[in-house]
């Protein structure tokens, strides 16, 4: 059974910190570049971060450069995001998505950044 199940969302004041965890099961991880995606309420989901399925390569959304971090452990079947210098603009539900042979969402994991 594949899984994707994001943790570590919750509540931050604005210039905080997160990381986000995606544990992965089920398919062979190190074939798939694992991307972060966020959707606020009423925009479209949108690219936030990705990484190569060897981590070799690491790509951002203009918006989250030098503050997000993008990481995968091949070992741990886990990619993370560290969130710094957190905005209230950051305030979404982040889903992982694994691009491959197949493509597999998340549930999701609510942030909020809130004063």
């Known amino acids: 059974q594949v899984q994707l199940v994001e943790s570590g969302g919750g509540l931050v004041q604005p210039g905080g910190s997160l990381r986000l965890s995606c544990a992965a099961s089920g398919f062979t991880f190190t074939m798939y570049t694992i991307r972060w995606y966020r959707q606020a309420p009423g925009k479209e989901r949108e690219l936030v971060a990705g990484?190569?399925?060897?981590?070799?390569?690491?790509n951002y959304a203009d918006s989250v450069k030098g503050r997000f971090t993008i990481s995968r452990d091949n070992a741990k079947n886990t990619a993370y995001l560290q969130m710094n210098t957190l905005k209230l603009e950051d305030t979404a539900v982040y889903y992982c998505?694994?691009?491959?042979?197949?493509?597999?969402w998340g549930q999701g994991t609510q942030v909020t950044v809130s004063s």
């Open positions: 990484i190569t399925s060897a981590g070799g390569m690491t």
């Open positions: 998505n694994a691009g491959g042979p197949q493509k597999y």
